[in-house]
């Protein structure tokens, strides 16, 4: 059974960094795509940032220039480095795998959340 794990939520001030990481666990898993969503209370589920396997990067509008996204394909693990962070940024964030094709496949991690306050 394919799982994610994520690291890296927690509190924040405005302005400040953090850096998320979720790493995919199971024989046989290699995501076509890996990347990140956020849901806030009382708000849909909503993209930040995707990246497949050979870098294609898709950004959402209100996280460029201040996020950042990597993975590391040997480890199956994708990073989210988050800098000049807002209140409005507060969420909890959700890790995604995706396999493309016949067989294809989604997964989500369990959320973690991420809180921009002082």
């Known amino acids: 059974q394919v799982q994610l794990v994520e690291s890296g939520g927690g509190l924040v001030q405005p302005g400040g960094s953090l850096r998320l990481s979720c790493a995919a666990s199971?024989?046989?898993?290699?995501?076509?795509?890996m990347g990140w969503y956020r849901q806030a209370p009382g708000k849909q589920r909503e993209l930040v940032a995707t990246?497949?396997?050979?870098?294609?990067?898709n950004y959402a509008d209100s996280v460029k220039g201040r996020f950042t996204i990597s993975r590391d394909n040997a480890k199956n693990t994708v990073y989210l480095q988050m800098n000049g962070l807002k209140p409005e940024n507060t969420a909890v964030y959700y890790c995604?795998?995706?396999?493309?094709?016949?067989?294809?496949?989604?997964?989500w991690g369990q959320g973690t959340q991420v809180t921009v306050s002082s």
């Open positions: 995604n795998a995706n396999i493309y094709g016949y067989w294809s496949r989604n997964y």
């Open positions: 199971g024989g046989g898993f290699s995501a076509d795509s």
């Open positions: 990246m497949t396997r050979d870098g294609n990067i």
